[in-house]
């Protein structure tokens, strides 16, 4: 079924991965894209990104997390169109927006009334700590780089509200609902204009600490010819110093990880102000060992006077 939105114009409906798919994506940017863009992506730098759309480097096969939601994606749907009768639910394709053809959408499916589209439908797996990530079922309270992802695609589509549908890490389902910012809108188009040229001018960003930033620089330069290169002092200088601050903060984790362990005794988790510090987990018959949370929260150490006053 061909399916036209208020902004949105329907490319085709292939298969994640196809040519096809690859083809439409080769020149404009998702929703993904534009978590990456904006650093938002726990995946993809905007280091990474840049030389994707320059086609210096290409994708890996799928990933472990991404064939899960492949196979999950359709009992997600339909679950929540068992929840919600009033409602069709159809698949999604490929958008491109009718006047900004650089904006692509690849929603998990639509919402319609009475045959129209009313909003959009994304579907989500997460095998995270659901506390640590996710808000209260019925909020909007999601993912920064899910968020960045349903308002770019909301723009695209020109539909006002998002419902999500997630699988969580307790095999829990749980539906949110986030709507259309025309500000945040804004900014996304923006610094999609700003990557788009500095494509055009072949100007990539900056470097960055992300993994995958490292991962392309590596594929970028795959050969080893047997030379040598020459550091200036100030590149021999900074990286020294970053592996010897590194190994100072690795001693100094392990210190308070063992201080950690010994507070938290037979107790699997330690909590901070709601906030999961950290996880005690085992493996076998292995002694437990002490795992950090995700998103830990930024908590500086208290001043002398801070620490009198308390």
């Excluded at 020149?27 to 730098?45: E, F, H, K, N, Q």
């Excluded at 993994?211 to 010819?225: G, N």
């Excluded at 601050?245 to 909590?271: N, T, V, Y």
Aim: proline residues 5%; contains cysteine; charged residues 25%.
């Amino acid at each position: 079924m061909t399916i036209e939105t208020p902004t949105g114009r329907l490319l085709g409906t292939w298969p994640d991965g196809s040519p096809e798919w690859h083809a439409a994506r080769a020149s404009r940017l998702g929703g993904s894209d534009m978590a990456a863009v904006l650093g938002r992506s726990p995946w993809v730098s905007p280091y990474r990104l840049w030389h994707l759309k320059a086609g210096n480097v290409v994708d890996g096969p799928a990933s472990d997390a991404q064939a899960r939601g492949h196979y999950l994606e359709d009992g997600i749907r339909r679950w929540w169109a068992d929840r919600h009768p009033e409602f069709e639910v159809a698949t999604g394709g490929t958008y491109a927006h009718r006047e900004r053809d650089y904006q692509l959408a690849n929603p998990d499916g639509l919402v319609l009334k009475d045959g129209r589209p009313v909003a959009l439908l994304e579907i989500k797996t997460d095998s995270q700590d659901d506390d640590d990530v996710w808000g209260k079922a019925g909020t909007d309270q999601i993912p920064l780089y899910y968020r960045t992802q349903i308002q770019w695609y909301l723009d695209v589509l020109g539909l006002e509200v998002a419902h999500v549908a997630v699988l969580t890490a307790r095999l829990e389902f749980r539906e949110y609902t986030v709507r259309y910012d025309a500000d945040d809108a804004a900014i996304l188009r923006r610094r999609a204009e700003m990557f788009l040229d500095s494509l055009m001018f072949n100007e990539p960003p900056d470097f960055d600490g992300a993994r995958s930033t490292y991962a392309t620089v590596r594929e970028l330069h795959p050969a080893i010819d047997g030379t040598t290169v020459e550091l200036t002092f100030e590149e021999a200088a900074a990286y020294c110093a970053a592996k010897h601050a590194l190994k100072a903060a690795e001693e100094a984790e392990l210190h308070q990880r063992s201080i950690l362990a010994d507070r938290m005794g037979a107790a699997k988790k330690a909590a901070f102000a709601g906030h999961t510090i950290a996880t005690r987990q085992a493996r076998g018959e292995s002694a437990p060992f002490v795992v950090a949370g995700r998103k830990l929260p930024d908590i500086q150490p208290r001043t002398e006077e801070e620490d009198a006053a308390a």
